[in-house]
């Protein structure tokens, strides 16, 4: 247990970045689930449009200490790929 002030502010302080980063970390979880289920049903418009905001919501946790740019960067780039794969499939 921590006996400083400053030791017992860390702790109050990562309690509460952790809830907020898991917050964070299930809204991005949920959002690809939705995403990746919109890809199966093969509807390029409403997958493009889960795509857009997926990339907002990876570009803001991004610009946050809970997920590093160049993971984001990865992720955008590997549901890009999906959704470029589904555009050229209905094409």
Avoid: C, P
């Amino acid at each position: 247990m921590a006996h400083s002030l400053s030791a017992k502010k860390r702790v109050r302080q990562n309690l509460k970045h952790r809830t907020i980063n898991r917050a964070r970390k299930s809204q991005l979880k949920t959002q690809t689930k939705h995403f990746e289920e919109t890809l199966e049903k093969g509807d390029v418009t409403t997958a493009a449009e889960q795509f857009r905001l997926l990339t907002k919501k990876l570009d803001k946790t991004a610009s946050t200490s809970t997920m590093h740019k160049k993971t984001a960067a990865r992720k955008k780039s590997r549901l890009a790929k999906k959704l470029n794969a589904l555009k050229a499939k209905q094409a």
